[in-house]
């Protein structure tokens, strides 16, 4: 692995905790809001960071960073790290904005929010009644059936719904628990401005103990598993894209039944930028809807189509005002629910079954080769670039 992607692995594996998980296991004291926490109180946390069941996210890893630093060495009083450093810049950035911040404050607030971690992650209690248990899908989606349609909705607005690692995991557990319920159809849409802004890239920067190699393989059987059940759905499958969509939230329409877009909606697969490469099945069935010419402005040099071209492209079915989009979208929606769910279910095998085979094997060959891209210095500098911000499409 060369330069620069080694070192973003091991400065981000060396992680935003750091010396936080070096302290042994003890357990966890709960304090009265008038009491300060103690030194031991304090340690407990630290360890009890470790037994954390879920990966918190990088926001709150370095919120815990900031209030260790400001409780065990106090204000920040270190020279800033350069621009291009942009990990230790995102740590000083977030100590430093603690101020005078007091250390027994600090560690009270340490205290706190890991007890408020260790809560939420803790397991339902075995007496808890099944409808109390988590389920499967996180706040990220949200799935509802109502009137035939089984709605899968991305709902992550503050970061353009993004996909996670674990919203990948979910909407392939959507997918599945709706291709055998009762509703006619099923729909993909997101909440807020945005449909979906592709891959979360920060979902490159959770290392696993087996470093980017690991991390790429692991991702391009998750990628595999995902595209296939959008091959092998077998109802009625409509996308109702409510804004602007990039990367795989893109790629995939080709394998929907129906695109419905807002005329505020864009569509963009920007993977040369980002040093990837196309996936979705994009590289076959793009050119077989728009020709291959086409297809290649956007999948080799990163074209945004608007919702008009999208559709003259006959990738997207139909585009609405943004005024009237949902009111129109749905109302139709709701009349082809109540077609009969068989005859459906039977024309869309008749459509798709002589192509799956082909799906199938161009998604295992995309898979693999993104998972050489995704190790490449290519890739690795364009991500980089986006987590330090000097980067945008
Ligand atoms: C395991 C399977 C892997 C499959 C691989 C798929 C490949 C792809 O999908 S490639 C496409 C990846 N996506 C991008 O490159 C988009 C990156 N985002 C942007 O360029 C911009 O955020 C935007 C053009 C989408 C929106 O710009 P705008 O100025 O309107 O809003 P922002 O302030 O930038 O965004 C708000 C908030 O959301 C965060 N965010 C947005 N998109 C992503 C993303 N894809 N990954 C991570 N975070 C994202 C953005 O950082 C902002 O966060 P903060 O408010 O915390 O700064």
């Not at 740590?91 to 600090?106: F, I, Q, R, V, Y």
């Not at 585009?319 to 009237?324: Q, Y």
């Amino acid at each position: 692995m060369a330069g620069l992607a080694g070192r973003f692995a091991r400065r981000w594996c060396s992680g935003l905790l750091g010396s936080p998980l070096q302290v042994p296991a003890l357990g966890l004291h709960v304090l009265g809001p008038a009491m300060l926490a103690s030194q031991k109180d304090f340690n407990n946390a630290v360890s009890q960071v470790k037994l954390l069941k879920e990966d918190p996210g990088n926001e709150v890893k370095l919120k815990l960073y900031a209030l260790y630093k400001q409780a065990t060495e106090g204000p920040c009083n270190v020279p800033k790290p350069g621009m291009l450093d942009f990990i230790n810049k995102t740590k000083w950035d977030a100590w430093n904005a603690l101020g005078s911040l007091s250390k027994e404050a600090a560690r009270q607030n340490y205290v706190d929010l890991v007890s408020r971690l260790s809560a939420s992650s803790e397991s339902p209690s075995p007496e808890a009644p099944a409808a109390d248990r988590k389920q499967p899908e996180s706040d990220s989606l949200v799935v509802t059936s109502e009137d035939g349609i089984t709605t899968i909705r991305l709902n992550r607005p503050a970061k353009k719904n993004a996909l996670t690692t674990q919203m990948y995991h979910d909407i392939i557990a959507a997918l599945q628990a709706a291709s055998k319920d009762e509703s006619a159809i099923t729909v993909l849409t997101g909440s807020g401005d945005y449909y979906c802004s592709g891959n979360d890239l920060t979902n490159f920067t959770h290392l696993p103990a087996g470093g980017l190699e690991e991390m790429a393989r692991s991702a391009a059987a998750l990628l595999r598993d995902f595209v296939n059940c959008f091959i092998d759905f077998p109802k009625p499958l409509v996308a109702v894209v409510n804004g602007p969509a990039v990367g795989i939230s893109v790629t995939i329409l080709g394998l929907f039944d129906v695109v419905y877009a807002t005329d505020r909606a864009s569509f963009h697969t920007p993977f040369s930028h980002l040093g990837q490469s196309p996936e979705g099945c994009s590289s076959y069935t793009f050119p077989k809807i728009m020709g291959s010419s086409k297809a290649a402005e956007m999948l080799l040099f990163g074209k945004k189509l608007t919702a008009q071209e999208a559709c003259a492209q006959g990738l997207v079915t139909e585009v609405f005002p943004d005024g009237t989009f949902q009111k129109e979208v749905w109302a139709r929606l709701k009349a082809y629910s109540k077609l009969p769910p068989n005859a459906m279910r039977i024309s869309k095998q008749i459509i798709r079954n002589r192509e799956k085979e082909k799906l199938h094997a161009v998604n295992a060959e995309e898979s693999s080769v993104l998972r050489e891209r995704w190790q490449s210095d290519e890739c690795m500098n364009a991500i980089a670039s986006f987590l330090s911000r000097k980067a945008k499409l």
